[in-house]
């Protein structure tokens, strides 16, 4: 089973449509992050927690919001989502960078807003 | 802010070795990275630096790094057609985020 687990894997909605991207993890971590996945644009920090009551904007965190509602659990909402949130979604999670700060990373879930 | 820019491209023939170049702009990062991306997969660490190293070895990898510019590369010996993927760089910055490049995409030619 894979440590970092995030669902749905594909999402097609339409425009102004509410969605939530859920990430559960087994690793024990307590750092999770989202990022998005565009061509030519690399991954862009989007929201991410260092612990359940720690939430901090990463770089283009307009039009999402986030909620740690465990440890384990980190979901990504976009609460009326329009064409340009058309991207490819990681989760991933951390122990820091006291470690290495290696980021372990779930499989991704594919958004298209039409 | 902070900002990691690498070539977007690199195609190399089957045997030969393959460099791929990043530079970063936070100066304090703790660690850098370098990240793989196969097909259809999410990313996997491939190898890191620690900040105060010049030079890490690991298999068939090599890791450069030159803090003075900020430059950091990464060298695959005898690259093979599983090596195809996208390449990331990636920063640790300063309040513990990591930032990362565009990503490589690497091609290898028969």
């Known amino acids: 089973d894979a440590d970092v687990t995030q669902t749905p894997r594909n999402r097609i909605t339409k425009t102004g449509k509410r969605i939530m991207l859920e990430c559960s993890q087994t690793?024990?971590?307590?750092?999770m992050y989202w990022y998005r996945q565009d061509p030519g644009l690399g991954l862009r920090l989007i929201y991410y927690?260092?612990?359940?009551?720690?939430?901090n904007k990463g770089e283009i965190s307009d039009g999402y919001s986030v909620s740690r509602q465990a440890q384990a659990k980190f979901s990504l909402s976009l609460e009326s989502a329009i064409p340009n949130q058309t991207a490819l979604y990681f989760c991933?999670?951390?122990?820091?960078?006291?470690?290495?700060?290696?980021?372990?990373f779930g499989e991704g879930s594919r958004l298209t807003v039409l | 802010g902070e900002d990691v820019e690498q070539s977007l491209f690199l195609s190399v023939r089957e045997g030969d070795s393959s460099v791929i170049n990043c530079t970063y702009t936070d100066s304090s990062s703790t660690y850098l990275y370098w990240y793989k991306q196969e097909p259809g997969a999410g990313l996997q660490l491939l190898t890191y630096?620690?900040?105060?190293?010049d030079m890490k070895q690991d298999q068939r990898l090599t890791v450069l790094l030159n803090k003075k510019d900020k430059h950091l590369s990464l060298r695959i010996a005898d690259t093979q057609t599983g090596d195809s993927a996208i390449y990331f760089c990636a920063e640790s910055t300063r309040d513990d985020k990591i930032i990362f490049g565009k990503g490589t995409r690497l091609h290898i030619l028969p």
């Open positions: 991933a999670t951390s122990r820091g960078t006291m470690n290495t700060g290696e980021l372990f």
């Open positions: 630096i620690f900040s105060n190293m």
């Open positions: 927690s260092f612990d359940v009551k720690d939430i």
């Open positions: 690793k024990g971590h307590d750092r």
